[in-house]
């Protein structure tokens, strides 16, 4: 079930408010819309088909896509999707490779974390609708997309504690980073994490892990796992994280 939530991660998420799992009733791909418009408000993860069918099967995701008014998705490969040249036939039906990170990979630690935040460094769970809102502008900063939709942030801290955990870390008392954990009944999912530029190497990222699993070990679920781009993967491994999966991502702009 780890390396599952290793490739899926999105299909193991609480919907909530405009977000949403779409399952294929046959199981041969889901889709997890989040908040926008753009490619990358739509993941498409968990593809079984057959190896004729991978042209049909983008025509239909495009189709539900468009339906929802999307402009496109990020598709997550990961290893158990079928068929094996899926990601091949894919960009010769004109999907894209996705630049920003090409490849990701399903981490796992196991057992929890034992480590505390660095000097001056302070990363804690999101206590009212101001931080949570705090949280999602450090987050856009982060990752240089200031667009944003905030309408479902009161509703989404109703639900703060229950689906998972929103946490934001400060260096020197300043905000400076973001993150969010997912619950699960086999551990905590990590998405999100990011610092803002100007405080990159000060150990607010590794602080952000170590509260989310110190929230986990409250939890009974110590495992962690995520899935990490080429910025996140070296922290990770220096923590003990091991990789479980590799995910190629395409993107594909309708």
């Not at 593809?47 to 402009?71: A, P």
């Not at 667009?147 to 260096?171: C, K, N, P």
Request: hydrophobic share 40%.
């Amino acid at each position: 079930m780890i390396r599952e939530l290793a490739e899926n991660p999105n299909l193991y998420q609480q919907p909530s408010g405009r977000r949403r799992l779409i399952k294929d009733p046959s199981g041969r791909f889901a889709v997890w819309l989040s908040l926008g418009s753009d490619p990358r408000s739509a993941t498409v993860q968990r593809v079984r088909v057959g190896s004729d069918d991978v042209e049909t099967t983008l025509h239909e995701i495009r189709s539900l896509l468009s339906r929802e008014g999307r402009e496109g998705a990020e598709w997550e490969i990961g290893e158990s999707c079928t068929p094996p040249d899926l990601v091949a036939q894919l960009i010769e039906l004109g999907v894209g490779v996705d630049d920003e990170e090409p490849v990701a990979h399903g981490m796992v630690l196991r057992g929890g974390l034992h480590e505390s935040a660095p000097e001056g460094v302070e990363a804690r769970r999101v206590s009212s609708v101001a931080e949570l809102l705090l949280a999602r502008q450090v987050q856009r900063e982060a990752f240089g997309d200031l667009r944003g939709d905030d309408a479902d942030t009161q509703a989404d801290f109703a639900r703060e504690g229950i689906d998972g955990s929103t946490f934001l870390a400060f260096v020197d008392g300043e905000p400076v980073a973001a993150a969010y954990a997912a619950y699960t009944d086999w551990g905590l999912l990590l998405f999100g994490g990011a610092t803002v530029p100007a405080a990159r190497g000060r150990g607010a990222y590794r602080a952000l892990v170590a509260a989310r699993a110190a929230d986990g070990a409250r939890r009974g679920t110590p495992d962690l796992i995520t899935h990490a781009g080429r910025m996140s993967r070296p922290i990770l491994e220096r923590l003990g994280f091991d990789v479980v999966a590799r995910i190629d991502r395409l993107l594909d702009v309708c």
